[in-house]
C-alpha cells in the first residue's frame, strides 16, 4: 500500500466520518434489525450519492482478486465498513454473512445471485440475477436467507461498492459453498493493514 496516500489527509474524508457517526447512534437507539435495515440504507445511499470522499488507497483493484479494504470497525464491533473493488471478472464463492449488511454502489455495478438451500440440501438460486448500479442500495437480513454470490457487473471496468455490516465482518467465521450445499469454513479477513484516517478535522470545511 502507497503509505503517502495513507498518510494525505482527504478532504472529504469528513462524509465517512459522519456515515459511521450516525450509524453509531441507529445501532445504538434502533429497536430491532428492520429499523436498523431501514434506516442505516438511507444513510448508506446518502454516502454512495458522492464519489468524492474514498481514498485512493482503498479504491485500488488487484489484478489476482478482488480486494476487501476495511474502513471502519466500530469500537465495540457492532459495525463494520467496507470498501469492495472488483476487477473485471471479479467475484466472490457463494457464501453467507450471519449478520446484517447493507451494500451500496458507489462505482460501476455490482452483480448479485442469490441462494437457499433446497429440500435436499443443494442450492438453488431464488430469483433472477440482479444488478445493482451507483447510488443503490441493498439490504442482506440472515433472517431472510442471506446466501449469495456477489461480482463486478461491468465486464471491461473495475467496480466499488460500500458494505456495512452487524459485526467486524472480516472476523466473522461464516462458511462459502458449493452448490451441491458443501459448507466450508470461512472468515474473510482484510486486504489492508491500516484503515483511513476519519477524525483529523483540520482541513474540513
Ligand atoms: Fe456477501
Redesign the pocket.
Do not use: R, Y
Given at each position: 500500500m502507497n503509505a503517502v496516500a495513507v498518510l494525505a489527509i482527504d478532504p472529504n474524508i469528513g462524509r465517512l466520518r459522519g456515515f459511521v457517526t450516525d450509524l453509531a447512534d441507529l445501532v445504538e437507539n434502533a429497536a430491532d434489525e428492520a429499523e436498523i435495515l431501514e434506516k442505516g440504507g438511507a444513510l448508506l445511499a446518502r454516502l454512495v450519492s458522492s464519489d468524492d470522499w474514498l481514498p485512493d488507497a482503498f479504491a485500488r483493484p488487484n489484478p489476482d482478486r478482488y480486494q476487501q479494504y476495511l474502513l471502519h470497525c466500530d469500537s465495540r464491533e457492532r459495525f463494520s465498513v467496507v470498501s469492495f473493488v472488483w476487477g473485471p471478472g471479479q467475484g466472490?464463492p457463494i457464501?453467507?454473512?450471519r449478520v446484517w449488511?447493507l451494500?451500496g454502489v458507489l462505482r460501476g455495478a455490482e452483480r448479485v445471485e442469490h441462494f437457499r438451500r433446497g429440500a435436499d440440501g443443494r442450492l438453488e438460486q431464488v430469483g433472477p440475477v440482479g444488478d445493482l448500479f451507483e447510488c443503490e442500495v441493498e439490504a442482506?437480513s440472515p433472517a431472510a436467507g442471506?446466501i449469495?454470490r456477489?461480482a463486478n457487473g461491468l465486464a471491461d471496468a473495475p467496480s466499488i461498492s460500500i458494505?456495512v455490516y452487524g459485526g467486524n465482518i472480516g472476523a466473522v467465521e461464516r462458511a462459502t459453498y458449493d452448490l451441491d450445499g458443501t459448507a466450508k469454513r470461512f472468515i474473510s479477513g482484510y486486504a489492508n493493514k491500516v484503515v483511513p484516517n476519519l477524525w483529523d478535522r483540520s482541513s474540513a470545511a
Open positions: 466472490t457464501h453467507d454473512h449488511g451494500v442482506i442471506d449469495h456477489v458494505h
